[in-house]
């Protein structure tokens, strides 16, 4: 018995020597989530009191809290987004500087326009927050009652019929070349400077169709005729106007609003940033806003963004392409 105890001994000392010559095992380090360590700079690319202005300013009334610094929102409206964006190229990639971009901004202006100083591709995507609902609407006038009483007229005007849009190569202007495309007949397009002009134009009856947010037709409806949203589902704002796919037309047109940081800012802060974004997302207070303003919410982290954008930027120059919009001419 003393022999084994004698043994047990040495081994467990043996074992605690090898122990204190071994290193010891370290747990493993994790990188803090990166803060920033000064103001953060949201650069919006139209001017104060849009829908894209409110929107930053919604946003930045919870995350400013939640990176522990404040968010100062700064309007540089100017070249459909090129003064904005050409402000946050210049900026350094360390997090403090994102831009507040949209589809018309970022992904169908760019399109029809090969001279711009800069490419989308560079900046680095980091959250898709929202997308505008788009629908259809007709002047009063027009002796149509739903849609396809609207394209069976649209198809035999001779002259063809005219579509207002909110500017020349904006989403809107592309939608309406691609209700063309999709329904096979012909329009003459008229831009407007704006949303709100357009569809004041439509309730007038100076001009015949118009491809415009929900959210700017909606006030307008007992004074134009909305014959359906071009969303994949019916949307929560006028739930008894029916999609162009129910009726028949596969046709999906939106505008997607999100962050971009500076051309080569590193994920980890990419990352950072969009999961304080998504905590303000995350809200029933924010979400209830988007709703009630015409939006639809989104929640795209960086890498699904980038994903999201490859894509918009396929389905929109196919119809810049085929349409021929260019900014040159």
Same mark, same amino acid.
């Given at each position: ?8 001994? &040495? ?26 360590? &000064?103001?953060?700079? +949201? ?13 930053? &300013? ?17 309007? &540089? ?22 831009? %507040? ?6 992904? +169908? ?8 100083? $800069? ?13 505008? +609902? ?31 849009? $909110?500017?020349?190569? #904006? +989403?809107?202007? /592309?939608?309406?070349? *691609? %209700?063309?495309?999709? =329904? ?30 929900? =959210? ?5 409806? #007992? ?6 949203? !071009?969303?994949?589902?019916?949307? =929560? ?5 029916? @999609? ?10 939106? !505008? ?22 998504? #905590?303000?997302?995350? @809200? ?5 806003? %988007? ?17 999201? *954008? ?12 085929? /349409? ?6």
């Amino acid at each position: 018995m003393k022999h084994r105890t004698t043994m047990t001994r &040495r081994a467990l000392f043996g074992a605690a020597a090898a122990l204190g010559t071994a290193p010891l095992a370290r747990p493993a380090l994790t990188q803090a989530p990166w803060r920033p360590n &000064r103001p953060v700079r +949201v650069v919006v690319p139209f001017p104060p009191g849009g829908a894209t202005d409110m929107l930053a &300013r919604l946003i930045g009334t919870g995350l400013g809290d939640r990176l522990g610094q404040p968010l100062v929102i700064e309007n &540089r409206p100017g070249g459909s987004g090129v003064v904005a964006t050409q402000n946050l190229l210049t900026s350094p990639a360390d997090g403090h500087s994102i831009i %507040l971009a949209t589809a018309d901004t970022h992904t +169908v202006m760019p399109l029809a326009n090969n001279r711009l100083p $800069y490419r989308v591709s560079e900046f680095v995507p980091v959250s898709g927050i929202a997308s505008v +609902v788009f629908s259809l609407v007709t002047r009063p006038g027009l002796p149509v009652q739903d849609l396809q009483g609207f394209l069976r007229h649209a198809r035999a005007a001779n002259p063809p019929l005219n579509y207002a849009s $909110y500017g020349y190569a #904006s +989403v809107s202007h /592309a939608a309406g070349e *691609l %209700l063309k495309i999709a =329904a096979g007949f012909d329009m003459t397009h008229v831009p407007f400077q704006g949303a709100g002009p357009g569809v004041l134009a439509i309730t007038a009856d100076q001009v015949d169709v118009m491809m415009v947010p929900v =959210a700017v037709a909606q006030p307008q409806r #007992s004074r134009l005729k909305m014959l359906a949203v !071009a969303n994949a589902e019916r949307f =929560a704002m006028v739930p008894d106007v029916p @999609t162009l796919k129910e009726q028949g037309l596969d046709v999906t047109a939106d !505008a997607w609003i999100g962050l971009l940081a500076a051309p080569h800012t590193p994920p980890a802060i990419a990352e950072a940033l969009h999961a304080a974004v998504r #905590s303000v997302q995350d @809200t029933p207070a924010f979400q209830e806003t %988007l709703r009630s303003n015409g939006f639809s919410n989104r929640g795209y982290g960086p890498r699904e963004f980038a994903t999201y *954008l490859s894509a918009e930027a396929e389905r929109w120059g196919q119809v810049v392409r085929t /349409a021929h919009i260019s900014i040159e001419g």
